[in-house]
Nanobody, 117 residues
């Protein structure tokens, strides 16, 4: 199995730019897709950024040009640089992994990001 541990969330002022991290451990496949979901109160869960093991990235329009996903294979870690946060970005942010022979998926426990003055 794969364990995903997110960090970097917390209370942030509007316009803040934290960096979230997702450290993966366990049976990590060399071929995989990792992404970030967020779940805001009263809204559906949203996939807003993903990166393949080949380095291809995709973003939802809601975060494009503000958020950047990247990976460091030597550290088995995926990063999310979050710029110019707005109150509507407030949500629990979850790291997601899918890969291996069975294309199994795993979720991190989530990290709360609260954007407020």
């Amino acid at each position: 199995q794969v364990q995903l541990d997110e960090s970097g969330g917390g209370f942030v002022q509007p316009g803040g730019s934290p960096r979230l991290s997702c450290a993966a451990s366990g049976s990590i496949s060399s071929i995989n897709v990792m992404g970030w979901f967020r779940h805001a109160p009263g809204k559906e869960r949203e996939l807003f950024a993903r990166i393949t093991s080949g380095g291809r990235t995709n973003y939802a329009d809601s975060v494009k040009c503000r958020f950047t996903i990247s990976g460091d294979t030597t550290k088995n870690t995926v990063y999310l640089q979050v710029n110019s946060l707005k109150p509507e970005d407030t949500a629990v942010y979850y790291c997601h992994y899918q890969g291996g022979r069975l294309w199994a998926e795993y979720w991190g426990q989530g990290t709360q990001v609260t954007v407020s003055s």
